[in-house]
């Protein structure tokens, strides 16, 4: 019998769904998928960073390559971080040169999806999903505005703010995404096709959005501001609600764009429930561990704090973090890969860049 999928939500987080799960059920259990537009959250105006993994399924499934593509493709090659340190830290996605994601327009992978033909989209205005929409299997990915904020737990973040400029022109040498520590904050760059993206990221609550703005401008040589909001970090454990719908994207977790892997908890989510479905099983633990996992990755980046002592950097290096087992595990297995810890620890000084894993190690023994 064909199953029916819906999936709650236009943003990345329910584009990626929709086309995960037409990839995991395709020649294997019949099934439509149908997509309820909703209105985006506004962490989805920055524009999105993918990894391999992720950019071999939005190509295969939409049958699109770096030339012939409609969401203003632009090369990946990894992470740049300018004063975090004393030297730069480049992170590749990986040793081989041959391994890169791209950058991409999330609005225009939505736009994508409804030219593909393999999904129904229909805009309807859906309060209750449960009972508004007759189907196996409900995914939320809504933008997490109206979520039950009771049933959530806060996640460890400095940053609650940012600050968007749209600079004009296309900077043929950027071809990574660039991370730069400033004395209030850190500011992310993003090449575009015609244009490149600044975002300023930011607590509000320790320094006044008018000061930023001016640091941002006057520290880029920028115009104007294109945009600016607040947003919020969250989680949660439990995934299913209800008897058949399924939180994913911003109705589940948020992180800070310092993260750019969310893709990785959209996979679980929906391999999960592709298990359950046809098997019976589900299993949260994986996850759980995925979200603590990098709740913990976010927190090293400030651990060492960066080349300005000012409050913001301060509060930074307080956030809690413990180099335990779960953390070598993280280094072990996350994509950033043992190579990128160590040069992260090289350029931060950890133990003078000095046998770096076996001094972690060493640490926990210690402890």
Request: some cysteine; proline content about 3%.
């Amino acid at each position: 019998m064909k199953k029916k999928v819906a999936v709650l939500g236009s943003g990345n987080s329910a584009c990626l769904t929709a086309l995960q799960f037409h990839s995991f059920l395709y020649n294997k259990i019949p099934a439509e998928i149908v997509i309820y537009p909703t209105e985006e959250n506004c962490l989805e105006s920055i524009r999105q960073s993918c990894d391999p993994i992720t950019l071999d399924l939005i190509s295969q499934s939409l049958d699109i390559n770096y030339y012939s593509n409609d969401l203003d493709f632009t090369l990946n090659s990894g992470f740049l971080y300018k004063n975090w340190s004393k030297n730069e830290i480049f992170n590749p996605y990986s040793i081989s040169m041959n391994t890169v994601g791209v950058h991409y327009s999330g609005k225009k992978l939505f736009d994508s999806l409804v030219k593909s033909k393999y999904f129904t989209i229909k805009d309807e205005t859906i309060k209750d999903p449960e009972k508004d929409i007759d189907c196996d299997v409900i995914f939320d990915c809504r933008n997490g505005y109206d979520r039950d904020k009771s049933k959530y737990k806060p996640v460890q973040s400095i940053v609650n703010s940012i600050l968007l400029c749209n600079k004009e022109g296309m900077d043929l040498t950027l071809n990574y995404t660039s991370f730069v520590a400033t004395p209030y904050g850190w500011v992310f760059i993003i090449p575009d096709v015609d244009s490149v993206q600044y975002g300023y990221v930011y607590n509000n609550t320790i320094t006044p959005k008018e000061d930023i703005i001016k640091d941002f401008l006057e520290r880029f040589n920028l115009s104007q501001i294109d945009d600016d909001f607040t947003f919020e970090s969250y989680k949660r454990d439990e995934i299913m609600v209800g008897d058949k719908t399924i939180l994913n994207g911003f109705m589940h977790t948020s992180f800070e764009p310092l993260d750019t892997r969310n893709f990785e908890i959209y996979e679980i989510v929906c391999r999960q429930i592709l298990d359950f479905l046809i098997n019976g099983n589900y299993n949260s633990k994986r996850l759980i561990d995925n979200i603590n996992a990098r709740e913990k990755f976010i927190a090293w980046h400030y651990q060492f704090g960066s080349e300005y002592d000012t409050d913001f950097w301060r509060m930074g290096k307080k956030l809690p973090f413990t180099i335990d087992d779960d953390w070598m595990d993280i280094i072990q297995h996350t994509q950033w890969g043992k190579h990128n810890f160590e040069k992260w620890a090289v350029g931060v000084g950890y133990n003078n860049g000095k046998d770096v894993i076996e001094t972690m190690r060493n640490e926990i023994n210690t402890n």
